[in-house]
């Protein structure tokens, strides 16, 4: 008898640098596209057939940010059986493929909880011309960290 039926997932935060340059780079390509198609004088069939290609694209993309965000998969066993890991993302995606809504709604609500996680970005900062003090938010986005032209 099993434990549980309950598969457990161990999570990283769910956007990584490369999935982040991914889905910004999937949502430009896709909205323009989309953008074309609407100002474009191609008949209805046509619109639909690209729009259902974009939906599809983007849904991929989903599917492939959130097998990324998955480390490993721990299948209970039965009580005199260890627990069976997983941890070959082939069989992460092909897993993911496979569950249901509301357990994907599950683990993007772990995934978006894990993302809350983090430093205070907020900061005071005094002015030293003017003593005035004000607050701030400190940005760590990768591409403009190290930027010294401000």
Not at 14 to 27: G, P, R, V, Y
Not at 66 to 92: F, R, W
Not at 99 to 110: P, R
Request: with cysteine; hydrophobic share 40%.
């Amino acid at each position: 008898m099993l434990k549980n039926y309950m598969l457990y997932e161990t999570l990283r935060p769910l956007e990584t640098f490369k999935d982040s340059q991914k889905a910004a780079l999937a949502a430009f390509r896709e909205t323009s596209e989309l953008n074309n198609l609407i100002n474009s004088e191609t008949d209805e069939l046509t619109r639909l057939s690209s729009f259902n290609k974009s939906f599809v694209a983007m849904a991929e993309l989903n599917i492939e940010i959130l097998s990324n965000a998955i480390i490993k998969v721990i299948v209970p066993q039965e009580e005199d059986e260890d627990d069976m890991v997983v941890t070959n993302k082939n069989h992460i995606n092909e897993w993911v493929r496979g569950i249901s809504k509301s357990q994907a709604d599950g683990i993007i609500a772990k995934l978006n909880d894990i993302n809350e996680l983090g430093i205070n970005r907020d900061v005071e900062i005094t002015c030293s011309a003017c003593d005035e003090s004000f607050e701030t938010k400190v940005e760590f986005n990768p591409s403009n960290f190290f930027d010294l032209t401000s």
